[in-house]
């Protein structure tokens, strides 16, 4: 399958998840992830809230998003990448996130769209699972907005979609990159956050 840039494309362990046989091309999968993901985001404001920041939401959120296409959905990644920490480091790396977040949520050590844009790049940077880590980490990061600052969450598509390859998604991974050089303002003005570029 032809997998956009910046995409992680599956092992084939990882293709043998895959709840659905009849699936052969890139744009059926779309469709059924898309359809579990409207149903875990029905899911998100009629659960009890709160522990947004917990190893336990992470993975249940990603369950809640790929459950229905995917058997290894919520589970951690076994196998290493090209994105993403060793494999073996993920559950250290997210931990360490969680506390980072939690503390600069409980200090204002930055402003609530900096906080979720810092802590999308550093998720997806993690890259916790197999696949689905930019629509889990861009989701949680709206979950962080809305729930723990009754804010908005980030327009990321621009009205474009980012799972094609348009210049929307080419903006957001550019972005990315100079996130992982210690650049946050591209991907805050990505966000919409003014001035940050
Ligand atoms: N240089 C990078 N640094 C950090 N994250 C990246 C980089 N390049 C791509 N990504 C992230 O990885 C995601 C792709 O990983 P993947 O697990 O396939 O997620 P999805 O299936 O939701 O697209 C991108 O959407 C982006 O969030
Ligand atoms: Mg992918």
Redesign the pocket.
């Known amino acids: 399958m032809d997998e956009p840039d910046?995409?992680?494309p599956l092992d084939p362990d990882e293709l043998a998840g895959l709840r659905h046989r009849h699936v052969t091309t890139r744009g059926q999968l779309d469709r059924l992830e898309q359809a579990n993901i409207q149903e875990a985001l029905a899911w998100l404001p009629r659960r009890r809230k709160g522990g947004v920041l917990t190893r336990d939401f992470v993975a249940a959120l990603h369950r809640r998003m790929f459950g229905q296409v995917w058997r290894w959905a919520g589970s951690f990644r076994r196998s290493d990448k090209n994105?993403g920490v060793a494999h073996e480091q993920i559950e250290e790396q997210l931990r360490m996130l969680l506390g980072d977040v939690l503390y600069w949520v409980e200090n204002g050590t930055f402003s609530p769209m900096e906080i979720a844009v810092r802590f999308h790049?550093r998720l997806?940077?993690i890259?916790p699972?197999p696949?689905?880590?930019?629509?889990?980490?861009r989701i949680i990061a709206d979950v962080l907005l809305t729930e723990c600052f009754g804010l908005p969450g980030i327009d990321w598509a621009g009205g474009q979609g980012?799972?094609a390859m348009t210049g929307r998604r080419t903006q957001y991974?550019t972005a990315?990159?100079a996130?992982?050089l210690g650049d946050y303002a591209p991907l805050l003005a990505f966000a919409g956050v003014p001035d940050a570029g």
């Open positions: 910046g995409a992680t994105t790049h997806v940077s890259h699972f696949n689905g880590n930019g629509r889990h980490a980012l799972q991974i990315l990159r996130a992982d």
